[in-house]
């Protein structure tokens, strides 16, 4: 399940937010869970220990240098390859066994810009969830049910159902996103292709089937407006590879950021046209047997 949704169903008391702050934000990070307060449409600026500004992300996102290959070692010529190379590693990795999932992070938010540790767990069918903040009290409790699966209202289980061909993929993210925007009445702020990436971002950025995530790479590398940056930052402050698009009219940009050597994913990073930035930097994650359990 989109993070917002999670935190809606673990925090009923949480105010709905206007519609097309709810379409900018619908995946919130999920360390809002501890907190009942309404997400804001505020991205907040990196602090200067993360070796990295919001002004500086939203420089390199904007120069989005599409490098060249030069010799041995030499980084990847677009950001199809990277695309291509991160869904091989992706098929590559084992896909674990357990009933919950686990997913280890560092977060920027938009109501604090000190980056924090969260770990959380979610059942596979998201029926119950934990949550280890470490700037908050730990939370464990069931997640109420808020209607039919969707990539707006996702578990595990859902995710195992979505094709993996990649074309298949494509049309029934496009389609969900399509229908997401049409109920909101946002076609003047985003287009299709925008939110399928930032989509798309969300969806790698946690626990999912090997196989799935591989595709999810695959339908990325197809979106039109994809491009290369040779030295992307994670909100951590580790460099990698980043593939970049605009997810927004204004100009806004959501940033993939690998591994150069590995090519897994280190997490995503938000820039505003402004300079400002949000990000989640992906520690760890995979499938265990119980809560507060690591793989």
């Given at each position: 399940?989109?993070?917002?949704?999670?935190?809606?169903?673990?925090?009923?008391?949480?105010?709905?937010?206007?519609?097309?702050?709810?379409?900018?934000?619908?995946?919130?990070?999920?360390?809002?869970?501890?907190?009942?307060?309404?997400?804001?449409?505020?991205?907040?600026?990196?602090?200067?220990?993360?070796?990295?500004?919001?002004?500086?992300v939203a420089a390199a996102a904007a120069v989005a240098v599409m490098v060249g290959i030069s010799g041995p070692g030499a980084p990847p010529a677009t950001a199809a390859t990277v695309l291509s190379l991160a869904a091989d590693a992706a098929a590559a990795a084992p896909a674990g066994h357990?009933?919950?999932?686990?997913?280890?992070?560092?977060?920027?938010?938009?109501?604090?810009?000190?980056?924090?540790?969260?770990?959380?767990?979610?059942?596979?069918?998201?029926?119950?969830?934990?949550?280890?903040?470490?700037?908050?009290?730990?939370?464990?409790?069931?997640?109420?049910?808020?209607?039919?699966?969707?990539?707006?209202?996702?578990?595990?289980?859902?995710?195992?159902?979505?094709?993996?061909?990649?074309?298949?993929?494509?049309?029934?993210?496009?389609?969900?996103?399509?229908?997401?925007?049409?109920?909101?009445?946002?076609?003047?702020?985003?287009?299709?292709?925008?939110?399928?990436?930032?989509?798309?971002?969300?969806?790698?950025?946690?626990?999912?089937?090997?196989?799935?995530?591989?595709?999810?790479?695959?339908?990325?590398?197809?979106?039109?407006?994809?491009?290369?940056?040779?030295?992307?930052?994670?909100?951590?402050?580790?460099?990698?590879?980043?593939?970049?698009?605009?997810?927004?009219?204004?100009?806004?940009?959501?940033?993939?950021?690998?591994?150069?050597?590995?090519?897994?994913?280190?997490?995503?990073?938000?820039?505003?046209?402004?300079?400002?930035?949000?990000?989640?930097?992906?520690?760890?994650?995979?499938?265990?047997?119980?809560?507060?359990?690591?793989?």
């Amino acid at each position: 399940m989109n993070d917002l949704d999670l935190i809606t169903r673990l925090r009923p008391d949480v105010a709905e937010p206007d519609p097309v702050v709810l379409s900018r934000h619908r995946m919130a990070i999920l360390e809002r869970a501890a907190d009942p307060a309404p997400v804001r449409a505020v991205r907040p600026r990196f602090r200067p220990r993360l070796a990295i500004s919001g002004a500086a992300v939203a420089a390199a996102a904007a120069v989005a240098v599409m490098v060249g290959i030069s010799g041995p070692g030499a980084p990847p010529a677009t950001a199809a390859t990277v695309l291509s190379l991160a869904a091989d590693a992706a098929a590559a990795a084992p896909a674990g066994h357990g009933d919950w999932t686990y997913t280890s992070s560092v977060t920027v938010s938009s109501e604090d810009t000190r980056p924090k540790r969260v770990d959380t767990w979610v059942k596979t069918d998201g029926s119950e969830a934990e949550v280890r903040d470490e700037r908050a009290a730990p939370w464990r409790g069931v997640i109420p049910e808020v209607g039919e699966p969707s990539l707006y209202n996702q578990s595990y289980d859902y995710l195992e159902t979505l094709p993996t061909d990649p074309a298949a993929l494509r049309a029934e993210i496009y389609r969900q996103v399509q229908g997401d925007l049409d109920r909101l009445g946002v076609q003047n702020l985003y287009t299709v292709d925008q939110w399928a990436f930032q989509m798309i971002a969300h969806l790698v950025d946690g626990a999912a089937p090997p196989d799935l995530k591989a595709a999810l790479y695959r339908v990325a590398a197809t979106v039109p407006g994809v491009q290369l940056i040779d030295d992307m930052w994670d909100v951590s402050g580790r460099h990698g590879l980043g593939v970049t698009r605009t997810t927004t009219n204004a100009g806004d940009m959501t940033t993939l950021v690998f591994d150069r050597d590995t090519y897994q994913v280190l997490g995503w990073t938000t820039t505003s046209h402004d300079g400002r930035a949000a990000g989640k930097a992906l520690l760890a994650t995979g499938l265990v047997d119980e809560a507060g359990q690591t793989p």
